[in-house]
């Protein structure tokens, strides 16, 4: 099975500063014959359920602000908050898409300093 | 749009079966494409995949789950299912549905529900 792997567990960010989450998996996350990286971020608000953020690890998905950016490829992979606004405090979980089981990051998780 | 929604006991007994069901509104079940997924989250923890079934019928589950899992379609009332049997204290825990793509991420969520396992 797939191991995901995040970093840090927590992080305090100013409001307006960047918030960076890195994610590694056990085993590239490269699919297809358009190497797309079957990768995926979700921000989970307190006793909200996940919402999905990005997908194909660079795609943000639909009435997903701009200052949300996936990158990376193959096994390392990079969520950056651009500026952070207060609406941004929540538990962020990658997760990889390549294979059944489907595994999550343990969750990074990200407060105003 | 598609919306998802749990519903079913909130409190389980030990040694008993927890049954969830999860309706889909906005959206039909029976179409290919998507993966009908149980995701379920301990107090204060991470995310667990319990499984999947597809509108064929056809499923997969996480082999590293204890309590054994059944997960069922009705097509006809456009739901979809979960039984865990056996349950123990272990299996508290709030329990969503949600769909993916084939393959895909998991793009809609239900609001989820908690379930306590408890005598």
């Known amino acids: 099975d797939i191991v995901m792997t995040q970093s840090p567990d927590s992080l305090a960010v100013s409001l307006g500063e960047r918030a960076t989450i890195n994610c590694k998996s056990s085993q590239s996350l490269l699919y297809g014959s358009d190497n797309k990286n079957s990768l995926a971020w979700y921000q989970q608000r307190p006793g909200q359920p996940p919402k999905l953020l990005i997908y194909?690890?660079?795609t943000r998905a639909s009435g997903i602000p701009d200052r949300f950016t996936g990158s990376g490829s193959g096994t390392d992979f990079t969520l950056t908050i651009s500026t952070l606004q207060a609406e941004d405090v929540a538990v962020y979980y990658c997760?990889?898409?390549?294979?059944?089981?489907?595994?999550f990051g343990q969750g990074t998780k990200v407060e105003i300093k | 749009q598609v919306q998802l929604q749990e519903s079913g006991p909130g409190l389980v007994r030990p040694s008993q079966t927890l049954s969830l069901t999860c309706t889909v509104s906005?959206?039909?079940?029976?179409?290919?494409?998507?993966?009908w997924t149980w995701i379920r989250q301990h107090p204060g923890k991470g995310l667990e995949w319990i499984g999947n079934?597809?509108?064929?019928?056809?499923?997969y589950s996480n082999p590293s789950l204890k309590s054994p899992v059944t997960i069922s379609i009705d097509r006809s009332k456009n739901q979809f299912s979960l039984k865990l049997s056996s349950v123990t204290a272990a299996d508290t825990a709030v329990y969503y549905c949600a769909r993916a793509g084939d393959p895909g991420p998991f793009d809609v969520w239900g609001q989820g529900t908690m379930v306590t396992v408890s005598s």
């Open positions: 906005g959206g039909s079940i029976n179409i290919g494409g998507y993966f």
């Open positions: 079934i597809y509108y064929s019928g056809t499923t």
């Open positions: 997760q990889q898409c390549y294979e059944i089981p489907p595994a």
């Open positions: 194909w690890a660079s």
